[in-house]
């Protein structure tokens, strides 16, 4: 099964960072502080203002949830039963924070003493599930989806029926587009993806060619410098040394002297300060379909909100 199918079925899958469609936040860059699944790094993070227009975290959460009800009665009616999230509200909030904090590679002390730049560990999904979980007949009814299918709706495509399985006809995109049909309007697997993700891309993108961020860079690379380790910006170690498995104690090392030049010369905030001054542009050209796009996810939110209240 595809990663992206995977994610679907454990409830929810995570885009980019910059994310979260509370209405009642402002939009100037780093006015709102972070207050669940946070660490002492992400207060020096500035927050993006594009975060008020994209799906994250606790509403992440419902939304998915909200689906997986729906979903529920037609998965049934093909005889399968419809596999427990491992995820709860708390992991995907957690989960959230660790993908933000990561946008700007490791930052915490503590993850890295004991992780290295390994992810550290937030809830083990793949063993929960089981490996193999997932037949195809599964997939199919379910997600819509044949073995070497894309996902649905990619590229802006119509999401068709796959066809029948026992004699009966599957909806388009599978049960779960169903239920993404009659919460979201559109059967799409790509119900999450907007455009203020891609704008966030784009601003990060082009952050790290501006020559406030390439100073930062210079600061930080001087530092590491003097603890015997070359390197001409955050990345490079990130990528010499993982996420690929258990941390060696030279990984550790490395982490711990990177996360604290990142300290001393204030990367973080330069960096991340630099990004939402370009997605807060971006949402200033972009405003109509940013506002659009919200209005989508609370309307989204209303649905799943009463969904989830109707549940014993």
């Known amino acids: 099964m595809c990663l992206a199918a995977l994610a679907v079925i454990v409830g929810g899958c995570q ?32 927050q993006s203002p594009l975060d008020a227009y994209l799906l994250r975290g606790a509403d992440l959460y419902a939304t998915s949830t909200a689906e997986r009800i729906l979903s529920t009665p037609c998965i049934k009616s093909f005889g399968f039963d419809l596999p427990s999230s491992p995820r709860n509200r708390d992991d995907m909030v957690a989960e959230q924070a660790q993908d933000d904090r990561y946008t700007y590679r490791v930052s915490d002390p503590a993850s890295a ?40 709706g990619v590229g802006g495509r119509p999401v068709k029926s796959p066809g029948t399985f026992g004699g009966k006809r599957i909806p388009p995109g599978g ?23 891609n704008l966030g891309i784009e601003s990060f993108q082009r952050a790290l060619s501006d020559n406030r961020v390439l100073r930062a860079f210079g600061a930080w ?38 996360v604290g030049c ?34 989508k996810i609370q309307n989204a939110l209303k649905k799943a909100s009463v969904i989830l209240d109707a549940q014993p």
């Not at 209405?23 to 502080?33: I, N, Q």
């Not at 587009?177 to 993700?197: F, I, P």
């Open 15 to 46: 885009g980019a960072t910059h994310e979260n469609p509370s209405s009642d936040r402002s939009l100037s860059a780093g006015s709102a502080p972070r207050t669940e699944g946070t660490s002492a790094a992400d207060e020096r993070i500035v």
């Open 113 to 152: 003493r004991r992780y290295g730049y390994q992810p550290p560990p937030l809830a083990d999904y793949s063993k929960k599930l089981g490996q193999g979980s997932f037949s195809d007949a599964f997939e199919l009814v379910y997600l819509g989806m044949r073995p070497g299918d894309g996902p649905v």
């Open 175 to 197: 049960c779960l587009g169903a239920a993404r049909k009659e919460l979201w309007g559109t059967a799409s697997m790509y119900v999450h993806d907007n455009l203020a993700q």
């Open 221 to 258: 690379s001087a530092c590491m410098a003097t603890h015997g380790y070359h390197y001409a910006d955050p990345s490079k170690p990130f990528f010499h040394h993982g996420p690929d498995g258990k941390p060696t104690a030279a990984e550790i090392q490395t982490a711990v002297a990177d």
């Open 262 to 295: 990142k300290d001393k010369t204030d990367l973080l905030h330069r960096w991340s300060s630099v990004v939402a001054e370009y997605d807060q542009k971006a949402l200033d050209k972009n405003q109509l379909q940013l506002t659009e796009d919200r209005d």
